[in-house]
C-alpha cells in the first residue's frame, strides 16, 4: 500500500502487475499433509505462497498479472520480472519486491554450511560470519514517462537486470564467474 500510495497510483484505475518474490513457511508444515485426504481450503490459503500472492492482490485491488517466484536472496527475480513485463508492454507499472521469512530450515541450512556468526555484531571488524534476519520489501516499478504525467516522485531509474545459473554449485559462485558474467 505504501509503494501504490508513494507513487500516486490507484490500481483499479490502471491495472498493473504483481510480481513477489516469497521465501517462507517452512516445509515441516506440511508434514501429514499427503496422509490427510479431508480437503480444507484454510490450508491452502494459509501454506501457498501463490495463494498467498493472490490475497495480497486481492487485498489491493490489483488485476493485472500476479507472478509468485520462490528463489533465494527475496525480491530480486521478481524485480527483474516485472521490469521485462513493463519493456514488453504487457503491465504498464509493476508492484515488486520479496519478503524472507526465518525459518527453522533456513537457519539449520545456515549452521551446517558453518556460516553463523558466534555472535552478533555484523558490522564489527572481526566479525566471524552472518547474522540471520528476516524482511520483506516493495517498489512499484514503470516508465520514467507514466511517473512524470502524473506527477509522481521518482527516486531512482532501472536501467537493466540479469539472472542466470552458472550450476555450479549451491553456495558457491563458479570459480571464473560464468554466472556473474551470463547475468552481466
Do not use: K
Request: with cysteine.
Amino acid at each position: 500500500r505504501d509503494a501504490l500510495n508513494e507513487a500516486r497510483l490507484e490500481p483499479r484505475h490502471i491495472p498493473g502487475g504483481l510480481f513477489l518474490n516469497i521465501l517462507y513457511g517452512p516445509p515441516a508444515t506440511f508434514r501429514g499433509a499427503l496422509s490427510d485426504y479431508s480437503p480444507q481450503a484454510s490450508f491452502i490459503l494459509r501454506e501457498s505462497h501463490s495463494a498467498r500472492s493472490a490475497a495480497i492482490a486481492e487485498a489491493l485491488g490489483l488485476h493485472g498479472p500476479v507472478h509468485c517466484f520462490v528463489n533465494a536472496c527475496a525480491g530480486n527475480h521478481a524485480i527483474g520480472a516485472g521490469l521485462m513485463a513493463i519493456r514488453q508492454g504487457r503491465v504498464p507499472w509493476a508492484l515488486v519486491g520479496g519478503a524472507e521469512e526465518l525459518s527453522p530450515p533456513a537457519y539449520i541450512a545456515f549452521h551446517q554450511l558453518r556460516l553463523l556468526s558466534e555472535r552478533c555484531r555484523p558490522f564489527h571488524a572481526h566479525r566471524d560470519g552472518l547474522v540471520m534476519g528476516e524482511g520483506a520489501g516493495m517498489l512499484l516499478l514503470e516508465s520514467l514517462e507514466s511517473a512524470t504525467a502524473r506527477g509522481a516522485p521518482v527516486f531512482a531509474e532501472l536501467l537493466a537486470c540479469g539472472s542466470s545459473n552458472d550450476a555450479f554449485s549451491l553456495v558457491a559462485p563458479h570459480p571464473e564467474g560464468l554466472g556473474a558474467e551470463l547475468a552481466m
